[in-house]
């Protein structure tokens, strides 16, 4: 997917941390209004950092997914809803077996509108206790995104056999279209 050619004009980007990035471009990949997702490293003080040095937690970015959609098909209020959805955002620096401040849940926003849109799911999914704990969901302003090696980029789509992706990934994608069945991209 994400060495289409794609018309990038009128599009809209965000950058999620949602734990491993394999998962969240897994799903985002799949949802109709979505026309690139490109999976890298936010949130440091590391200029171009490696994948073993951000797994080492030390150099302060979260392994992330850059989504670039298209807002007169997919809503922003959507995408957040299936980012809140596809993960835990109550444990903090973790998800599932990933642990450590690179697998955080961090909303990164590109504008105002985004971390105003943000804020609000946040607080509404905290006052009606969705969760069984509160969101530690950090929301902080976009400042780099630093792709992550090429080996990374669609990485179910090219490894979906390799154990990691039919244990952890694949289960998480099940899920998805069965809750998201609407929102998926049509197959042609």
């Known amino acids: 997917m994400n060495n289409e050619k794609v018309n990038l004009e009128g599009t809209e980007v965000v950058t999620f941390g949602a734990g491993c990035f394999w998962c969240v ?22 200029k171009n950092p490696t994948y073993k040095e951000v797994c080492t937690g030390l150099t302060g970015h979260a392994e992330v997914v850059q989504v670039t959609f298209d807002p007169k098909k997919i809503s922003f209020d959507k995408i957040l809803e299936i980012f809140w959805k596809t993960h835990d955002p109550t444990t903090l620096n973790r998800q599932g077996a990933d642990e450590g401040s690179q697998y955080r849940s961090a909303v990164f926003y590109h504008n105002e509108a985004q971390k105003k849109t943000a804020e609000i799911w946040k607080a509404k999914l905290n006052a009606e206790h969705v969760f069984p704990n509160p969101i530690v969901t950090e929301i902080t302003a976009f400042s780099v995104f630093y792709p992550a090696e090429d080996y990374h980029q669609d990485y179910y789509e090219l490894n979906g056999h390799n154990p990691y992706c039919q244990v952890v990934i694949k ?9 998201f069945k609407e929102n998926l991209k049509k197959m042609n």
């Open 25 to 46: 471009e897994a799903i985002f990949q799949q949802v109709e209004g979505v026309v690139k997702v490109e999976s890298g490293y936010s949130g440091g003080q590391v």
């Open 171 to 179: 289960p998480k994608l099940e899920k998805f279209t069965k809750v």
